[in-house]
């Protein structure tokens, strides 16, 4: 995500909200890679250091636990100099359904 005018705050660094809603979505991608419908069922977020003007953060999601229906997966969002930016961590919980249609067996298996 590159941080744009739009994207900052009265400080003049990117707004905390943004920072959230990248790596809640990596989170959400990460949560639903198994082809199972999964929302966060908690999440929290700590802020480490200010996302600037012109920065491109990354955020990269770990699946730390997967058990049942719950899960835990991490997410560091980071600058492009490797800086840690921020952590979040997020619990999920398997609902109803897949997001793709599961595959038939074969005919006569």
Partial sequence: MSVSEAMVN???ICHGGFVFTLAD???AFACNSHNLNTV???CSVSFLRPG???ERLVATAVERWREGRSGITDVTVTNADGETVA????NSRTIRGTLLPEAEAPAGA
Avoid: I, M
């Fill in 25 to 27: 979505s990596a989170f």
């Fill in 87 to 90: 952590e979040f961590r997020g």
């Fill in 52 to 54: 600037k003007l012109g």
């Fill in 40 to 42: 966060a069922s908690h």
């Fill in 10 to 12: 009265g400080h003049g």
